[in-house]
């Protein structure tokens, strides 16, 4: 296991699975091309090392020029296509082949037919290392591809994460398991705003709050945020599977994330169980709920402090907050049952200074990523 970055990346593919692919491209494009001198274009940058290796294989004449293009930004492709540096050699009336380290959807390979549709080439042809066909959309055939792998984010030989990697002599591929999913609970007052702040920027986490999720689809005017309205308006509770479904969203919208903090959700064991679901479908699970304790007394000062600036009515008045400690109650004792039943319910000391506090957390999460 190798770590890049944020993130974890397991061995996939061997130095001897590789060069046995790179083979089999360089002898099959030989076979079709010996008696001709092929211009072969690499694509930078991670297409330098399968290169340099075809180029040993590949025993006839020939030429070799590269081409720049960037789509990709940390683990997804941005869509977007940007041309850095173009061929510039006479091409017309030759039988051009690009090299490509990984075609996945296609949108690059799109861009380099683009780009040399007015070129008068002989012929152009397509030869990939590893090509991913199960979501390739593109409209133009692959010629020659070393291995179909399924789609899952790789590195090494010339595949990169963020600029990492590059240098690898075999293939990872990243490690789901090691995303952490958290589910943070906690009295009010108990500090679960301040302290998901924190572990996001240190674990590369996404923030998943309920309630800015439903104001944000309500405010937007989504379909789902309309659909949550015509309930609360009617003064009914949004059905679960409406909320689990603004969550799916907020999950896939952040495909970069090293996992998510779900806050606000669940709260009921039915909740909890949806979630699950929703993750499963995802190939993810949740790691660990961490609950947030602290003496109610203290928790009781901290909120009627707060109150004094936070112009939250029901932080002015104890007997408020004392309602809501026992609807918290109440609610979380299930939901600790379920996740108990799962070995992934924790407890954290909530009260002392943030840092100390947040020390604290880092030593739950830390264990988790070292299991």
């Known amino acids: 296991m190798i770590k890049l970055h944020d993130k974890y990346f397991e061995p996939y593919l061997t130095e001897e699975q590789i060069a046995t692919a790179v083979k089999k491209i360089a002898d099959e494009i030989a076979a079709d091309y010996k008696d001709q001198v092929p211009i072969f274009v690499g694509v930078l940058n991670g297409a330098f090392a399968f290169v340099s290796d075809f180029l040993k294989h590949y025993q006839h004449p020939c030429e070799v020029s590269f081409i720049k293009l960037s789509s990709y930004q940390g683990l997804t492709s ?14 017309e009336g030759r039988s051009l082949i690009i090299l490509e380290d990984v075609i996945d959807t296609g949108r690059t390979l799109q861009e380099l ?17 590893f090509y991913k066909s199960a979501i390739y959309n593109g409209e133009y055939t692959i010629d020659y591809f070393g291995m179909d792998i399924p789609d899952k984010f790789i590195v090494g030989y010339g595949l990169d ?46 923030h998943i709050s309920t309630g800015d999720v439903f104001r944000y689809n309500i405010k937007n005017g989504t ?46 064991a039915a909740q909890a169980e949806a979630l699950d679901n ?24 901290r909120l009627l402090e707060r109150g004094k600036t936070s112009g939250r009515s029901d932080d002015v008045d104890e007997a408020k907050i004392r309602n809501r400690f026992d609807e918290y109650s109440q609610k979380t004792a299930p939901l600790r049952d379920y996740y108990e039943a799962q070995g992934k319910f924790h407890v954290v000391n909530g009260i ?18 070292e299991a």
């Open 78 to 91: 941005t869509g977007i296509v940007e041309t850095l540096l173009d061929v510039s050699e006479d091409i």
């Open 113 to 129: 037919v683009h780009l040399f549709s007015h070129k008068n080439i002989k012929e152009f042809k397509v030869a990939t290392l």
């Open 161 to 206: 994460y963020n600029e990492l990697g590059r240098n690898l002599r075999a293939i990872y591929q990243l490690n789901q398991s090691h995303m952490i999913n958290l589910v943070l609970f906690g009295k009010p007052g108990a500090g679960k705003g301040t302290q998901a702040e924190f572990l996001k920027e240190k674990y590369n986490l996404k």
């Open 223 to 268: 379909e789902l945020g309309k659909l949550a309205k015509s309930y609360i308006d009617k003064g009914d509770l949004v059905p679960d599977e409406v909320t689990i479904k603004m969550l799916r969203d907020e999950v896939e919208k952040n495909p970069d994330a090293s996992g998510f903090i779900f806050d606000g959700f669940p709260r009921t």
């Open 278 to 301: 929703l993750l499963e479908s995802k190939d993810m699970q949740i790691d660990a709920t961490i609950a947030l304790e602290a003496n109610d007394e203290i928790l009781i000062q």
């Open 352 to 369: 002392g200074e943030i840092d100390e506090i947040t020390e604290r957390l880092h030593t739950v999460i830390n264990q988790l990523q």
